[in-house]
């Protein structure tokens, strides 16, 4: 059975940082390619950053120099450290697995970041 369970979500003050993380079980972890992805109220799922099996990653324009995706292939986790938060940050994160070879893709339940004085 597959899991991916995300902590460290919560609320933050603007300017503040978190740190996410996403545990996987049940998939061979160092060969999938890993991402967070996030969801505000009204709006699409987006993606925030992803990291490849060989650690490559990639950011959406809004996060990048403020956020940094990492991977633990020894702790099968994802990370997403987030600094220098805003209000527009508030979101649902949920963090995806992928295989294309195997045509395979996995989600977290999410956690919740909320940005506010």
């Known amino acids: 059975q597959v899991q991916l369970v995300e902590s460290g979500g919560g609320l933050v003050q603007p300017g503040g940082s978190l740190r996410l993380s996403c545990a996987a079980s049940g998939i061979t972890f160092r060969i999938y390619d890993m991402a967070w992805y996030r969801q505000a109220p009204g709006k699409q799922r987006e993606l925030v950053a992803g990291i490849s099996s060989l650690s490559d990653t990639n950011y959406a324009a809004s996060v990048k120099g403020r956020f940094a995706i990492s991977r633990d292939n020894a702790k099968n986790t994802v990370y997403l450290q987030m600094n220098s938060l805003n209000p527009e940050d508030t979101a649902v994160y949920y963090c995806?697995?992928?295989?294309?070879?195997?045509?395979?893709?996995?989600w977290g339940q999410g956690t919740q970041v909320t940005v506010s004085s």
């Open positions: 995806n697995a992928r295989s294309l070879p195997m045509g395979l893709a996995f």
